[in-house]
């Protein structure tokens, strides 16, 4: 029988403190090894896309369509809610027509691409995630792949390509609708005058802010269609596998965004 | 043929296979006997190449599979029929389009023949009139009816069957039993079948192999499986009279 003495019990506690966070360090980079391995696939059989051109416009229909109610209400009451609360910030300071330029330089930067990746990555990540993840867990995966599919070219490819195509799209919409939202409420709400705001708004449009807008959203597609991806072809287990690489996609693709987010920013600006 | 030589395999801790050899000659209908779980779906997605073994050979038709480029092993692809245990139809296809996938990607066939081609393979395995119809509202005997018509769309030379009857009625599962009999004959093909369902295995196999403990304990006809004085083998034997 071993012996137990105060130093066995230290050394114990000791490799068990770093036992843990050793282990997750492990399993991050695991993670990102396969990742990045699948992102590499996906680039290097990028030729093969064209013969699931189907595929693509199917998903284009499914993130950027189908997305564009959600992103066209979050917008207009993002543009509304800036326009209100910039009006309430600055109303003694300043003249009126800065709450346009306010809204638009924000609206056109940070808060359209941003907000939209984020309840994006709730309902196109999470539905690529389930819908990937269930395939995996229903053999259906495999059952291309015995048909020699190449099931990354087949199901991932289209969607990455569909995402950085689509997001793009729905955030020029996005910025449009906050801008007429943010006019709105500066004049509804804060009884802002609409030339005001639209002088503010011609004064202070640039057009690098609304490419930077559109180069971000570019980057949030890729990054939360692939990790949506990604989560779903690793999905073990049954249903509760499923759910729980939802969740991560949910969150992997919120933290990488803002991340991603103030790196884009801290380059480019 | 397919010939598996000291194939070892571990999951996590568990060790599924502890040096399995198996040869499965042409034109029979070898089954793989053994309990759930125990890794015999294991071994067929490692024949077609799904899942790699920690160590050993899978040889089929002169050519290592853990050799073979990607593209060398998508050929070889196209020589097997899969039907996996729960069918794994495309959920989001009809039934129609589940078949003719792998016909439009491989073959060089016209929209025509593609449509023959899906109701000949439908045919074969006794289904009439159901491509409009979507997977979630057919019944499970037909979800691997439609998967067995899939797996024989491109006319493979080997059938690969992943516990054919499990989660069937009786009536439904000896019906696909007689389908596995009819497809060896009119269509020529070499076939594993994967059960722990000793019935089915009588009534489809040439050959038999018992799959214990990560190992194949006994290979052989039906006489010689049913006349075994081995408990592992009796066990299976006993359950089949029972039942």
Known sequence: ?269 | MIQLTNIWKKFGDKQVHNGVNLEVRDNETLVIIGRSGGGKSVLLKMIIGLIKPDSGSIVVDGKDVASLTYKQLQRLRFKFGFLFQGAALFDSMTVGQNIELALRRHGDYKDADITERVKFALHLVKLENVEHLMPSSISGGMKKRVGLARAIALTPKYMLYDEPTTGLDVETADGINLLINELKTTLGVTSIVVTHDIHSAFVVGDRFAIFEKGQFIMTGTKDDIRNSPNPEVRKYIESDIQT
């Open chain 1, 1 to 269: 029988m071993t012996e137990t003495t105060p130093e066995s019990t230290l050394i114990s506690r000791s490799a068990e403190l770093f036992y843990r966070p050793g282990k997750l360090i492990l399993t991050f980079f695991e993670h990102l090894g396969r990742y990045m391995s699948t992102i590499g696939w996906m680039i290097y059989n990028f030729r093969n896309a064209k013969e699931y051109s189907g595929n693509i416009l199917q998903q284009m229909v499914m993130i950027g369509n189908n997305s564009i109610p959600i992103v066209l209400f979050v917008s207009m009451f993002v543009g509304m809610v800036t326009a209100v609360q910039s009006s309430y910030q600055l109303y003694a300071w300043i003249p009126r027509s800065v709450v346009g330029a306010l809204v638009t330089k924000s609206v056109l930067l940070e808060l359209t691409p941003l907000l939209t990746a984020l309840v994006l990555a709730g309902k196109v990540g999470a539905t690529i995630t389930a819908e990937l993840g269930t395939m995996r867990v229903t053999e259906q995966i495999d059952a291309l792949e015995a048909l020699a599919f190449d099931p990354i070219s087949f199901l991932i490819t289209p969607r990455v390509l569909a995402g950085v195509l689509m997001f793009p799209i729905l955030v020029v919409f996005g910025d449009l609708v906050a801008i007429l939202g943010g006019m709105f409420g500066a004049s509804a709400i804060a009884g802002i005058p609409v030339e005001a705001f639209v002088d503010g708004m011609k004064s202070s449009f640039e057009t690098w802010d609304a490419i930077f807008g559109i180069i971000k959203a570019t980057v949030f597609g890729f990054i939360i269609t692939s990790v949506s991806c990604y989560q779903g072809f690793q999905v073990q287990g049954g249903s509760e596998g499923v759910g729980k690489a939802t969740m991560n996609t949910v969150v992997l693709a919120c933290l990488s965004v803002v991340v991603m987010d103030f790196i884009l920013a801290s380059v480019l600006l």
